[in-house]
């Protein structure tokens, strides 16, 4: 399979961290961020063991792949912030912040060859649980995953990923537009088609948003309340919401 390269158009795949001195309010919080992604482990293995589930593989996902979002382009998860109020923290001082969250790629998984959402926008990677053979290309170029440090990169490029070890990897992930001083309204109505799309897609996930305490634009709220007043008109859906409710308190807001 041929991919795009960064050379084709003139960009470049991988930018260097210092050129973004805002990470390091990232970097400051190693240590509390380690923590944090450690405790998300463990309530991935307790999901597990007590409720007899494996993590659910998601399209274009050779493996296991989970995200914890903190923040999704004006989504956020009340429960999120409180399970992960470290990561929370970091949200407000990052310029032209657009996505936060925890990413956990399972062992020997395999995500693969996608773009990512939008223009004008890069992706920061900081390594916080980082097995040997974590590899990540984007256009020709492959470069490891590695605790403290970051890969920063153009997204709307071919990449992929892989976690050739036999233990789980995470990372804390974010979006932000690149330059910074892009028209504010742009930039809002760009973070705006984002919520609607992912609203609009995810109906299954509504009950889950909601258990978690999602906040975000009133109309958008209404869609997903929508789904859980139909879903609590029977007992048996009364009673899923109160499993998905007490789920939510438990492990968060956790896709994949």
């Given at each position: 399979?041929a991919f795009?390269?960064p050379?084709?158009?003139?960009?470049?795949?991988f930018?260097?961290?210092?050129?973004?001195?805002?990470l390091?309010v990232?970097a400051?919080?190693?240590?509390?961020?380690?923590?944090?992604?450690?405790?998300?482990l463990?309530?991935?293995a307790?999901?597990?063991?007590?409720?007899?589930e494996?993590?659910v593989?998601?399209?274009g996902?050779?493996?296991?792949?989970?995200?914890?979002?903190?923040?999704?382009?004006g989504?956020?998860?009340?429960?999120?912030?409180?399970?992960?109020?470290?990561?929370?923290?970091l949200?407000d001082?990052?310029?032209g912040?657009l996505?936060?969250a925890?990413y956990?790629l399972?062992?020997r998984?395999h995500?693969t060859?996608?773009?990512?959402?939008?223009?004008?926008?890069?992706?920061?990677?900081?390594?916080?649980?980082?097995?040997?053979?974590?590899?990540?290309?984007?256009?020709?170029?492959e470069?490891?995953w590695?605790?403290?440090?970051f890969?920063?990169?153009?997204?709307?490029?071919?990449?992929?990923a892989?976690?050739g070890?036999?233990?789980?990897?995470?990372?804390?992930?974010?979006d932000?537009?690149?330059?910074?001083?892009q028209?504010?309204?742009?930039?809002?109505?760009q973070a705006?088609?984002?919520?609607?799309?992912?609203i609009?897609?995810?109906?299954?996930?509504?009950?889950?948003?909601s258990a978690a305490?999602?906040?975000?634009?009133?109309?958008l709220?209404?869609?997903?309340?929508a789904?859980v007043?139909?879903?609590?008109?029977?007992?048996?859906?009364?009673?899923r919401?109160?499993?998905?409710?007490?789920y939510?308190?438990?492990h968060?807001y956790?896709?994949?």
């Amino acid at each position: 399979m041929a991919f795009a390269t960064p050379e084709a158009d003139g960009r470049p795949g991988f930018y260097d961290p210092a050129d973004f001195p805002f990470l390091a309010v990232i970097a400051a919080r190693r240590d509390a961020l380690q923590q944090e992604a450690r405790a998300l482990l463990r309530r991935l293995a307790m999901r597990s063991f007590w409720q007899a589930e494996n993590p659910v593989s998601l399209p274009g996902v050779d493996g296991q792949w989970q995200q914890l979002h903190l923040d999704f382009c004006g989504l956020r998860f009340a429960v999120n912030d409180r399970l992960a109020p470290a990561a929370a923290a970091l949200i407000d001082e990052i310029p032209g912040m657009l996505t936060a969250a925890y990413y956990v790629l399972g062992p020997r998984s395999h995500i693969t060859p996608h773009r990512g959402i939008g223009p004008n926008v890069l992706r920061a990677h900081y390594g916080l649980i980082c097995p040997e053979d974590c590899r990540f290309r984007v256009g020709d170029e492959e470069r490891l995953w590695r605790d403290g440090e970051f890969l920063v990169f153009d997204d709307t490029l071919d990449h992929e990923a892989w976690n050739g070890s036999d233990h789980q990897r995470v990372i804390f992930h974010i979006d932000f537009f690149h330059p910074p001083e892009q028209d504010p309204a742009l930039m809002a109505a760009q973070a705006r088609v984002l919520r609607e799309t992912n609203i609009r897609k995810l109906i299954a996930h509504h009950a889950l948003m909601s258990a978690a305490g999602l906040r975000t634009d009133p109309d958008l709220m209404a869609q997903v309340e929508a789904t859980v007043a139909t879903l609590t008109a029977t007992p048996e859906g009364r009673a899923r919401l109160s499993q998905i409710q007490a789920y939510a308190r438990t492990h968060g807001y956790l896709r994949g």
